[in-house]
Structures are given as C-alpha cells and as structure tokens.
C-alpha cells in the first residue's frame, strides 16, 4: 500500500512538472510571438495631407522586411497617439522627446530607436554634412521686427505647437521661465498644426513669433525661396533629444529587434532615406534609451510650475 502511495504521489508530482512545463512554453510562446500586422502612427510636422502621401510607401518597405501587413496613419496631435498606444490600437508610434516621456510615464511606450538628422550651421540655417541625435527649437519673428530678443515677446502673440512638442513648446518655454518670462502669462498663444505654418503664421504677420524646431524655415522654402531672409531667428534653446521610434510595452524582445533592424535598414537604403526625409527629414536611426531623456523630464517640471 505504502508503494503504491509513492508511485501515485511520483506520478502526481511528474504531472504537475509537465503541466507546469507546457504553460511556461505556452506563455513564453506567446510573449515572443510577432504580431499579426503592425500599426505605425505618426503626427504631422508639416500639412497632413502631404506628409500622409510621404508616408504611405512606408507601409510596404516596413511589411516587405517584417513578413505582415503594415498599416501608416496620421494623428491630429501627440497625446492622440499615446492614447492610441495605451489601447494598443497602434503599435509604434513617432514620438517627440516630450511625447515619448509622456507616453512612457503613462506605461504605453517604450523607446525603441532615437533619429538620426544633419546638423544645422547659422546664420542661415545651412545644414552640416553630420549626423546628429539631437536638435534645438528657435524663436522666429519677421526681419525688420521690433522683437530684437526674448526680453521683447512680453505681451506679443505667438504661434506654438501642442503642449507636448518638444521644439514648439516645451523648452522654448522651460528655459524662458527660467530667465525670468512666463511665456503663458505673458504671451498671446496660438496653437497651429504643422511647423510650416508657425513658420508663415509669422511671414504673413498673423503673429508676432513663432516656436518651431531649427530649421522649420526650410520646410517653406520650396514654396518661398526669399523664406530665410524674410524670417529670422532671435534665440536658440539647448540640445534636445531628436524624436523617436516608440513600441508598446507589450511587444516582444525578439520582435522589437526585428523592428528596429527594419527601420535601421530602411534608413541605410537609398529609396528609404529618401522616404524619411520627406516624412520628418530623418536620415537614420540608432538604439536609444530611456535615460537619453531625463533632461526632457526636467523641462516637464519647469512647464508644470507655470501652470500653477
């Protein structure tokens, strides 16, 4: 009896061994699985209708590497995204530094990939032959302007992105606090979408300034090549990590790797440089990590003290 005993308590624990086996395999199966199809979004830096034709080839050089459907869309504005993100609706999202932390502190995004642009030489906004992972914002107003520098926006209007853009609103905005200017108090804000047109907003006299990544003016100058003398630069803000390539937490190590090595790929190839150069004027991308954006982390508490 007492053998018996054994045998069964043996061949209860050998079960449970097994059972315990194939749930691990199952669940360790299923967290590397890749996805059926991808959702990529992004969110306009200049007109949306443009930069969706730009991105629509994306799809199919994204899915010819990855081997599933791949599906571009566009946002009205980065919170959107994030949302989107949290639902899992969307996949991978385009974010800009203060996107991304926001994004990461609500636990919807991971940062995969950092972007790669050239350097930008002034006085006129000439660009480098060096690949840089970061950028500045700078504060336009119209040549001849009696905005001379910062001192002089007290009372003037000014064009900005959404609250969540790194270059057209938060460290424009972080660093004049900390100069003394309380730009939301002090100011007239018109939230545009599109830095194009912050960039015309101020050609055209419909503000007094605008806050638009360095060199926004460029973007313009296509439609107006006498841009960069009609609209000049008064200020500069530090570096600022360059915008990245999000995923949801929920994606896979393995996938995650075969993502970033596509997006990478496509960088290096001629056609898809040319894609993301005319998306977001991205030359690349490199591996980035979540502590290349504290310093964005310490503008968000400068921009959480002037709503206070």
Aim: proline content about 5%.
């Amino acid at each position: 009896m007492n053998k018996f005993k054994k045998v069964l308590a043996g061949f209860a624990v050998f079960l449970v061994a097994m059972m315990a086996t194939a749930c691990s395999s199952k669940s360790k199966s299923g967290q590397d699985a890749a996805p059926k199809s991808l959702n990529v979004q992004f969110v306009p830096s200049q007109a949306a209708t443009k930069l969706q034709a730009r991105a629509k080839p994306l799809e199919k050089m994204l899915s010819d590497r990855l081997g599933i459907p791949v599906h571009v869309s566009m946002s009205t504005d980065y919170n959107t995204v994030v949302e989107a993100m949290k639902s899992k609706k969307v996949n991978v999202g385009f974010l800009p530094p203060d996107g991304y932390v926001l994004a990461h502190k609500q636990g919807a995004a991971d940062v995969l990939l950092q972007a790669e642009r050239y350097g930008v030489k002034q006085p006129d906004g000439r660009q480098t032959k060096n690949l840089v992972n970061f950028y500045r914002s700078e504060i336009l107003v119209k040549k001849n302007s009696k905005i001379k520098s910062w001192k002089d926006l007290k009372g003037k209007s000014i064009s900005i992105q959404s609250p969540t853009s790194s270059a057209g609103y938060v460290f424009p905005i972080a660093e004049l606090k900390e100069k003394g200017l309380d730009v939301p108090k002090s100011c007239k804000l018109v939230t545009v979408t599109g830095q194009d047109q912050a960039v015309l907003n101020v050609l055209n006299g419909d503000t007094d300034a605008a806050f638009v990544f360095e060199d926004a003016r460029t973007i313009v100058q296509k439609d107006n090549p006498k841009i960069m003398s009609q609209v000049v630069p008064i200020y500069f803000t530090k570096a600022i990590p360059n915008d990245t390539i999000s995923v949801v937490p929920s994606m896979s190590k393995a996938f995650r790797k075969k993502l970033a090595h596509a997006f990478i790929s496509i960088g290096k190839s001629k056609k898809g440089k040319k894609i993301i150069e005319s998306i977001y004027t991205h030359e690349g991308y490199v591996p980035a990590k979540d502590s290349d954006f504290n310093v964005v982390r310490k503008y968000d508490k400068i921009i959480e003290s002037t709503k206070k």
